[in-house]
């Protein structure tokens, strides 16, 4: 738990959050109500995708996308100079945000960079909390294992959550991953009704309607990184819990969706603290 003062912890006036339409299940207004409830004395709004509101160069941006690209797990992690189609990609999706992408990492230090260099100056301040919702997916470079690892969040200025990391970047049930080897010996995949009877609500999928309420605690961790630093609990059956499998998603965000009580207590008093 951070040690500073009630004083230090400034919620901001407003709060944006940006919507992703490429993920049907995802209405991004049930979690503007959330927060509404959550932050009564916040401004909280909604706008269309980051890219579609803040206007930009679409060259020079599908440019500065394409360069965030992670080149392999594995690979380097210094930026590189875009090939060709990677740049005309980008500008496709720039053009057609409605288009899901999958496969793709994007080292997140550098994501969070383009994002944020699209912001107005006027808009560039602490005290507007911007949270964009992306279907790219966000991940970041592990010295320890020396790779990259796909992330649902990544805290920042602007906050970026990944509705294609909730699901990739969670681990799966350790079953599901014997029962794919188990047919991957015989060059096959299993079929996905029988993944689906045996694993079914152990794990989110796209378009899973599941999908909104897990992001609502998401959306508090970076609300709590822009307030006070610090956007996990350790506390399992906390909405804040930093959770490394699916079955701890759905058990902070679905079976509690809950804040627990140090947390909520610290929620009320940056709320009563915004009131002064």
């Not at 409830?37 to 803040?54: A, G, Q």
């Not at 080292?107 to 279907?135: K, S």
């Amino acid at each position: 738990m951070n040690s500073s003062t009630k004083t230090d912890r400034v919620l901001p006036s407003v709060v944006y959050l940006y919507d992703e339409p490429s993920s049907p299940s995802f209405k991004v207004g049930e979690i503007v109500d959330f927060l509404k409830e959550k932050l009564p004395n916040v401004d909280v709004m909604t706008r269309k995708e980051f890219f579609s509101f803040h206007t930009h160069d679409v060259e020079e941006l599908a440019k500065e996308l394409a360069s965030a690209k992670v080149r392999g797990i594995e690979g380097s992690q210094e930026e590189q100079e875009p090939l060709y189609g990677e740049v005309q990609y980008e500008k496709r999706i720039l053009q057609e945000p409605h288009r899901r992408m999958t496969g793709i990492l994007y080292d997140g230090f550098r994501l969070v960079r383009v994002f944020r260099g699209a912001l107005p100056e006027n808009e560039a301040t602490t005290d507007i909390a911007h949270i964009a919702f992306t279907n790219r997916i966000i991940s970041t470079y592990e010295k320890g294992d020396i790779r990259y690892h796909a992330r649902v969040i990544m805290c920042g200025f602007p906050s970026l959550i990944s509705t294609s990391g909730l699901i990739e970047a969670p681990a799966k049930p350790r079953e599901y991953y014997l029962m794919k080897q188990k047919y991957a010996v015989t060059g096959s995949e299993p079929p996905a009704e029988e993944l689906q009877a045996a694993f079914e609500g152990r794990f989110i999928d796209y378009d899973d309607e599941n999908m909104t309420q897990a992001l609502k605690g998401y959306t508090l961790q970076s609300i709590f990184y822009h307030t006070t630093g610090e956007p996990f609990c350790e506390d399992k059956d906390c909405m804040l819990f930093n959770a490394h499998w699916q079955e701890e998603v759905l058990n902070a965000q679905i079976v509690s969706g809950q804040l627990c009580e140090p947390h909520e207590q610290m929620l009320d008093d940056m709320v009563e603290g915004r009131r002064e």
